[in-house]
């Protein structure tokens, strides 16, 4: 184990926040016991006390000691999925407080496969609260670097681990009411979860920040537009900065093209969106991807950058 890693389990047990990579996104890392240190962090995201935070886990035997009720299909999806990009809220055990579930009787629950998120949940041997890294509404950081521009001194530690392979946040699936619903799309499908136990719906019920209108937002108006329209909004001569899948147009001067594999998409998405906000431009349109249920994340994280209508 690197001493850097043993130096954030320290800070984590001093009561401290460490960023630190996760295949996501990168996390901003607090005790998930600690009331003190959890105070800190929803303090250092700006994030309202009433949003639940997802605790991580080393192995899924830790996880499922903070639910109190863990249901066969959890099993099976974490057996399946985890360590990795899923999250599982399950009703919650007298370990998950009111300051880490915002007061709800459930619990968020996640085993992240990065190696350097699994070094450290090893090493601190306890469960760490982690939202993304970025203030409360901006964009999630998938670089070390993103992390520092975004929060600056506020975590007393970056732990550096590359660029996250996934590049969007984790798949959350809600089993704490007897059913399956999916709460975020991710990397791991809809169809993969349906595979293994039922999802019936897509709605979430409790209040939860990925589900507020425009959360993962730059700065720049940003509109997503279909193919054939892109021409059209091109010329009307606004400075705008360019998301797409075609060749650049030469009328424009900042132009990102993008792949046309969803993973590869989701993957530089984050990136691409702090670049395209600091171009400097009046507005950012987005090339539309396609209806397809492999695209699904990718969709809902855009809609969500994207102005509606
Ligand atoms: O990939 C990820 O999940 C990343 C990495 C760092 O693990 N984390 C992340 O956390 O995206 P955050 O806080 O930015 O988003 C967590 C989402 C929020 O929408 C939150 O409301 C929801 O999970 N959540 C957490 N606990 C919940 C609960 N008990 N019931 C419903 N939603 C919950
Ligand atoms: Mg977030």
Same mark, same amino acid.
């Given at each position: 184990?690197?001493?850097?890693?043993?130096r954030?389990?320290?800070?984590?047990? @001093?009561?401290?926040?460490?960023?630190?990579?996760?295949?996501?996104?990168?996390?901003?890392?607090?005790?998930?016991?600690?009331? +003190?240190?959890?105070?800190?962090?929803?303090?250092?995201?700006?994030?309202? @006390?009433?949003?639940?935070?997802?605790?991580?886990?080393?192995?899924?035997?830790?996880?499922?000691?903070? @639910?109190?009720?863990?249901?066969?299909?959890? /099993?099976?999806?974490? +057996?399946?999925?985890?360590?990795?990009?899923?999250?599982?809220?399950?009703?919650?055990?007298?370990?998950?407080?009111?300051?880490?579930?915002?007061?709800?009787?459930?619990?968020?629950?996640?085993?992240?496969?990065?190696?350097?998120?699994?070094e450290?949940?090893?090493?601190? %041997?306890?469960?760490?609260?982690?939202?993304?890294?970025?203030?409360?509404?901006?964009?999630?950081?998938?670089?070390?670097?993103?992390?520092?521009?975004?929060? %600056?001194?506020?975590?007393?530690?970056?732990?550096?681990? %590359?660029?996250?392979?996934?590049?969007?946040?984790?798949?959350?699936?809600?089993?704490?009411?007897?059913?399956?619903?999916?709460?975020?799309?991710?990397?791991?499908?809809? /169809?993969?979860?349906?595979?293994?136990?039922?999802?019936?719906?897509?709605?979430?019920?409790?209040?939860?920040?990925?589900?507020?209108?425009?959360?993962?937002?730059?700065?720049?108006?940003a509109?997503?537009?279909?193919?054939?329209? #892109?021409?059209?909004?091109?010329?009307?001569g606004?400075s705008?900065?360019?998301?797409?899948?075609? /060749?650049?147009?030469? /009328?424009?001067?900042?132009?990102l093209?993008?792949?046309?594999?969803?993973?590869?998409?989701?993957?530089?998405?984050?990136?691409?969106?702090?670049? #395209?906000?600091?171009? %400097?431009?009046?507005?950012i349109?987005?090339?539309?991807?396609?209806?397809?249920?492999?695209?699904?994340?990718?969709?809902?994280?855009?809609?969500?950058?994207?102005?509606?209508?």
């Amino acid at each position: 184990m690197s001493s850097e890693v043993r130096r954030a389990a320290q800070i984590l047990r @001093a009561g401290g926040l460490v960023a630190f990579p996760t295949e996501t996104v990168y996390g901003l890392g607090a005790d998930a016991s600690s009331e +003190k240190a959890v105070a800190r962090l929803y303090a250092v995201k700006r994030r309202p @006390a009433d949003h639940p935070v997802i605790v991580h886990f080393a192995s899924a035997d830790d996880a499922f000691a903070w @639910a109190s009720e863990v249901p066969d299909a959890a /099993r099976t999806l974490a +057996k399946q999925f985890w360590p990795g990009p899923l999250t599982l809220i399950l009703k919650r055990s007298s370990k998950a407080k009111d300051f880490v579930t915002g007061g709800q009787p459930s619990v968020g629950l996640r085993v992240p496969s990065h190696p350097v998120a699994r070094e450290l949940l090893k090493a601190f %041997g306890g469960a760490v609260a982690a939202p993304s890294a970025n203030r409360f509404g901006q964009v999630s950081p998938t670089t070390a670097a993103h992390v520092r521009e975004d929060l %600056g001194k506020d975590a007393d530690l970056v732990l550096e681990g %590359g660029p996250s392979e996934v590049g969007i946040e984790s798949t959350i699936v809600d089993l704490s009411g007897g059913s399956a619903v999916l709460l975020r799309p991710g990397a791991i499908t809809r /169809r993969e979860i349906d595979a293994i136990v039922r999802v019936t719906g897509e709605q979430s019920a409790v209040r939860h920040s990925g589900g507020l209108e425009r959360h993962y937002a730059p700065r720049t108006p940003a509109r997503m537009v279909p193919a054939h329209a #892109l021409d059209r909004e091109i010329a009307k001569g606004k400075s705008v900065a360019v998301l797409a899948f075609s /060749r650049p147009d030469e /009328r424009v001067d900042f132009w990102l093209r993008m792949p046309r594999e969803p993973r590869t998409y989701a993957q530089k998405l984050y990136a691409a969106l702090r670049e #395209l906000d600091s171009a %400097g431009c009046e507005q950012i349109l987005v090339e539309a991807p396609p209806e397809a249920p492999e695209w699904a994340a990718v969709r809902d994280r855009l809609k969500r950058a994207c102005e509606q209508g």
